[in-house]
C-alpha cells in the first residue's frame, strides 16, 4: 500500500519496527513529572525522528510487534479492519477446545459497563510454547498450576481486547506478544531492538 501523494516523494516519511518489551508504555515520553520518573518510554530505545507515532498500542504489560511512523493515513490504515493482527497468548490453565471455538467464533466483553461482541476470529492452541526471551519479571510459579498458549488473530483494536477475550473464555491472559502485523512479523528482532524499514508488508 503506498501512503503518499503524488505530491510527496516516498522519502518524506519514515517507518519502523519495534519489539516492545515488557515495562514500557506505548508513548515515547511524559510531560507529567511523577510519571517520567515512574515508567518506561519508547523515546528511552531509539532516537526517534520527530513526528513519529505508533500505530495502535500493546499495554504496558504487553510485548511484540509495534509499527512507528511518521505517515498519519499509513497509521490510519493499519489500525483499519483491513489489516490483521496476530497475537501469542500465554493463558492461566490447559485451554480447551470449546474455549478454542468461543474465541473463534466471538465472544462478549464489556468495560465500563458498555457491553461489546468480537467478530469471529482466527485462534488456535498451541502445542509447543513459542521460544520467546525470558520476560523482565516471571510469568508466576508452575506450582500454582499449568499453562497454555494460543494464537489469535483479530482485526478489530478494542481497548485490552485479547485479554478480555481469553478471561470471558475462563482462562485469563497471564503474558501478550503480538508477533505478527499484516505481513510484517517479529521475527528477528529483540526485546527493545529497533528497525527501520521503507515500507511495511500490510497484506501477504
Known amino acids: 500500500m503506498s501512503s503518499t501523494s503524488e505530491a510527496e516523494s516516498p522519502a518524506a516519511h519514515r517507518h519502523f519496527l519495534l519489539h516492545k518489551p515488557y515495562g514500557y508504555l506505548s508513548q515515547f515520553r511524559s510531560e507529567a513529572p511523577r510519571e517520567a520518573r515512574k515508567k518506561r518510554f519508547l523515546g528511552e530505545l531509539y532516537d526517534f525522528p520527530a513526528g513519529i507515532m505508533a500505530i495502535g498500542r500493546l499495554d504496558e504489560a504487553s510485548e511484540g510487534l509495534l509499527l512507528l511512523t511518521t ?68 510469568i508466576r510459579s508452575d506450582r500454582h498450576g499449568p499453562t497454555s498458549w494460543v494464537s489469535i488473530t483479530v482485526t478489530e483494536g478494542k481497548y485490552r481486547q485479547v485479554r478480555r477475550m481469553t478471561a470471558a473464555v475462563g482462562f485469563p491472559t497471564l503474558r501478550l506478544v503480538r508477533i505478527r502485523i499484516g505481513a510484517t512479523q517479529l521475527l528477528g528482532l529483540g526485546p527493545g531492538q529497533v528497525q527501520e524499514v521503507p515500507d511495511f508488508r500490510l497484506l501477504p
Open 71 to 138: 505517515d498519519g493515513k499509513m497509521s490510519e490504515y493499519v489500525r483499519s479492519r483491513h489489516v490483521e493482527k496476530e497475537y501469542y497468548a500465554q493463558v492461566d490453565g490447559q485451554l480447551t477446545d470449546e474455549a478454542v471455538q468461543q474465541l473463534q467464533q466471538g465472544v462478549e466483553i464489556g468495560r465500563q459497563g458498555e457491553k461489546y461482541q468480537t467478530l469471529p476470529c482466527q485462534a488456535f492452541r498451541l502445542e509447543t510454547p513459542p521460544d520467546f526471551p525470558a520476560r523482565g519479571r516471571s
